[in-house]
């Protein structure tokens, strides 16, 4: 499914363990609001007690946004000390409350409860082998294959850990897990570091989770990242590792970096918020033009607009006005409604574009109608030119880990060049991010670009 014309990430996963035996359900919820920009279509919860009886949980998954689904008097009566939680956004199966996240199964060694971010990219063969041995499947997601996995590997194994690193070793794709068994909190990330996953402390609470910015939420230290490839498990004896799927090729997304992340997330050792100065630089000595003043289109084109502002010397300036209260655009089916969406949601500030040449950074160009409908409005409001610097290169190809990349038809840099894109959206002149620049962003790091230059880390 596609929504309006930004890309979206699939999920958000949280899990924390209180070896104090305090609740944790509140926290979680805090959790996942932090985690709400990674997945707005369902949320859920499964919290356990780990003094209590195994398999002893209490559930409640949702349609629709966290503080929509869980309420204070849905929260207090879950009580235990273990629990995971998830946001969605569905990129396989279908949205449906059935799809909703965590995943909770009962089997013979007691309750499974996974919470998955990403995509596989071998589950029809994983599902095969598990329907040949007469597995039932509630869900249409690939999560619930590998839930069926670890379950049945685990009966055969002395330790819910051995059981992973036997699945892990045959789901193939990106993967953020976090999975409580009934006396264990075990995060799992894939042996690229597609998707982020991170560690955290507070008092002699463990937390696991997509990102840093849900460990500020519930007041908790950054203790690291999850290694990709690495497997984590949290008892009351503290935090174990085991490294055995790591290996030296990664390939961590760079579109967390770009778009998805939130702002104020560290991945992988380098701050969202630096990474989009440094793409606001390397746009700024690609793309140099007069101007009168930079500026971005919130949210995550304002960072590297401030870091275009600094290299180049030109002012930066706010030019519009975000109404937060206005419904998300992407609810709204048709690409009328949805340009309208994008009208009501952002107005101009006639006073600072009024007689002004502006350079306007923006993340990404999907389909182009965002950014065209921006420039229509600045130029009524008076602006005398407008050039735009995008974050990203041209997307292209489609992305298999869970980013819904939309077809290439509705991707308008499959089909036309960039002048082609710039006339189209009214701008004076546009500049796409290099890929080569795009390392400039996260120096040091190695990443996934696969969907600007079709070289997939797996498929
Ligand atoms: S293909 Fe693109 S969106 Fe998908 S993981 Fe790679 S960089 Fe991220």
Known sequence: MITGDKLSEECGVFGIYDLDGGDVADKIFYGLEALQHRGQESCGIAISDTYGDKGNMSVRKGMGLVNEVFRKEDIAPMKGNIGVGHVRYSTTGDTTIDNAQPLVINYIKGTLVLAHNGNLVNTDELKEELAHDGA??????????????IARARVKTPSVEEAIVSTAGKIKGAYGLVISSPRKLIGVRDPFGLKPLCIGKKDNTYIITS??????????????????GEIVTVTKDGIQSNKSLC??????????????????????????????????????DAYPVEADLVAGVPESGVAAAQGYADRSGIPYRQIFHKNSYVGRTFIKPTQEERELGVKIKLSVLDAAVKGKNIVLVDDSI?????????????KNAGALSVHVRICSPPFLYPCYYGTDVPS????????????????????????????EDLY??????QICKACFDNNYPVL
């Open 136 to 149: 039932i499947f509630r869900t249409t997601t690939d999560s619930e294959v590998i839930a069926y996995h």
């Open 211 to 228: 990102e840093s910015c849900a460990l500020a939420s519930v007041g908790a230290q950054f203790i690291r990242d999850v290694e990709p």
């Open 247 to 284: 290996q030296e090729r990664k390939a961590h997304c760079i579109f967390e970096y770009i778009y998805f992340a939130r702002l104020d997330s560290k991945l992988d050792g380098i701050s969202v918020y630096e990474s989009r100065l440094r793409a606001g630089e390397a746009l700024a």
């Open 366 to 378: 999907v389909r182009g109608t965002t950014i065209a409908n921006l420039i229509r409005l600045l």
């Open 408 to 435: 290439n038809k509705q991707l308008i840099a499959s089909e036309h060049s960039t002048e082609e894109i710039r006339e189209y959206i009214g701008a004076d002149s546009l500049g796409y991010m290099q890929i």
């Open 440 to 445: 400039k962003m996260v120096p040091g790091l």
